[in-house]
Each structure stands twice: as C-alpha cells, then as structure tokens.
T-cell receptor, first 112, second 112 residues
C-alpha cells in the first residue's frame, strides 16, 4: 500500500499563474478530500468526492479554485489565476466508506 | 452546521507530565470522532477513533480518549508525555454524510 500520493511536494509560482495539484488516492477508497492548511485558518476542507462525484464544494474559496476527479485513481485541484494569499499546504486524503482519513504528504504552495 | 472546538491552542508541558486536550463537537446526529496527530513537517496521522461501543478508546503511543455524549466531548489524554509527543493534535468529527470537520488544532510542546 503506497498510501495517498500527492505531487508536486513543493510548488513556487508567480501571481497570476495557473497551478495544478495532483492526488492519487489509496486503491479501493471511495472518498477523496482536499484540505488546505495555513497558520491563520488551520485545516480547511475545500471539497470532497464520493465515487468520483463532488459531494460538497462549499469550502472552495472562490471561482479561481476548481477540482476534478476523472476516475477513481486521480484527482486534481487547480488554481487559476493564483494569488499570494493562496500560499498554503494543500493536503489530499482518502478513505474507505466514511471513515479514517489517510492523508498524503501535502503540497506546499508558495505564490510570490 | 457541524463544528469541532478545541479549547487549548498551545500547551506546554514537561516530560512525564499528564496531558488532557479538550475537544467538543456540535452535531445532533450520529457522529464518529477521531484524534489525528501531525508531527513537524509531516502529514496528519490517526491516533485513535471512536465509532461505537466502549466510550473509552485507546490509541497508539499510549494515548486514549473518552467519548462523553452528554457533554458532546471527546478529550484526549496521556498519563505521561514524552519529548517525542511534541506535535499538533487535531480532533475531528465525521458525520454519516461522509464529511469530516476538524478543530483548529492544539500545538503541544514537551520540554525535555
């Protein structure tokens, strides 16, 4: 079991650029979550999917953020255009049924 | 709306001291409760979970938590902390809709 795999581990980009974060959940898990972690706001749920279908995207900050899950083994979180206030660590997590979350190592995003 | 409150933002203890971190949740339905730990620079990992049954649950590394339904609480305890317990601790509540809500986290610093 390779665990939840996120890429890239670090991303540094300039304001206005498009950023794409990637996640491969644990095989067999049917829930996938995207969280954002900052010092100011802690751990925030952005969106989650069940069987590849978005269930709740109420945490997505604004239209600049979008997430997709084209199949059971892959999800992306896209920010376009990026802004400095998007700088954070973005975690992907998966679970089997609603249950214990298994987190990836996160992507540290810095927008300058 | 579902919410989780952690009362202590930063706790500083000496080694061998006892630990109790508070967690209260707000949700009227069936809820599953978790404590996760995040060591510096790492992703969140499960410490322990409560789904049903014995309200006193034991987790890894000597941690335990008690579910008190009447108080909507799920406090984390450890009789004797170690320097290696220095980390951030998150309480989380999972509803049967599949959504996990996290508290703001408590940073524990254990002085050697």
């Amino acid at each position: 079991d390779a665990g939840v795999i996120q890429s890239p581990r670090h991303e540094v980009t300039e304001m206005g650029q498009e950023v794409t974060l990637r996640c491969k959940p644990i095989s067999g898990h049917d829930y996938l979550f995207w969280y954002r972690q900052t010092m100011m706001r802690g751990l925030e749920l952005l969106i989650y999917f069940n069987n590849n279908v978005p269930i709740d995207d109420s945490g997505m900050p604004e239209d600049r953020f979008s997430a997709k899950m084209p199949n059971a083994s892959f999800s992306t979180l896209k920010i376009q255009p990026s802004e400095p206030r998007d700088s954070a660590v973005y975690f992907c997590a998966s679970s089997f049924n609603p249950g214990v979350l298994h987190f990836g190592n996160g992507t540290r995003l810095t927008v300058t | 709306a579902q919410s989780v409150s952690q009362h202590n933002h930063h706790v500083i203890l000496s080694e061998a001291a006892s630990l109790e971190l508070g967690c209260n949740y707000s949700y009227g339905g069936t809820v599953n409760l978790f404590w996760y730990v995040q060591y510096p620079g790492q992703h969140l990992q499960l410490l322990l979970k409560y789904f049903s049954g014995d309200p006193l649950v034991k987790g890894i590394k000597g941690f335990e938590a008690e579910f008190i339904k009447s108080k909507f609480s799920f406090n984390l305890r450890k009789p004797s902390v170690q320097w290696s317990d220095t980390a951030e601790y998150f309480c989380a509540a999972l509803t049967n809709a599949g959504k996990s809500t996290f508290g703001d986290g408590t940073t524990l610093t254990v002085k050697p």
